[in-house]
C-alpha cells in the first residue's frame, strides 16, 4: 500500500480523496482470521475509494 503514487493509505474513509485501505488490520481488525475468511476478507484485500481527483491524474494510478 505504500508504494502507491497517488492514493493514500486511509486513517478513515468519507473523503473527497481517492483513499485505500487493508479491510484486516482496519474496519475488521477485531474479527477472528477464521471469521474474517468465512467473509471472505483476506490479509491481502485491498478498499479503494475513488475520490474526485482529475479524471487524467487518477487514470494512470498504479502501485510502482
Known sequence: MTSFRLVRPALRLGGVESLVCLPSRTSH??????????????DGLIRTSVGIEDYEDLQGVTAR
Not at 29 to 42: A, F, G, N, V
Open 29 to 42: 481488525q477485531d474479527l477472528t482470521p477464521e471469521e474474517r475468511r468465512h467473509l471472505e476478507i483476506s
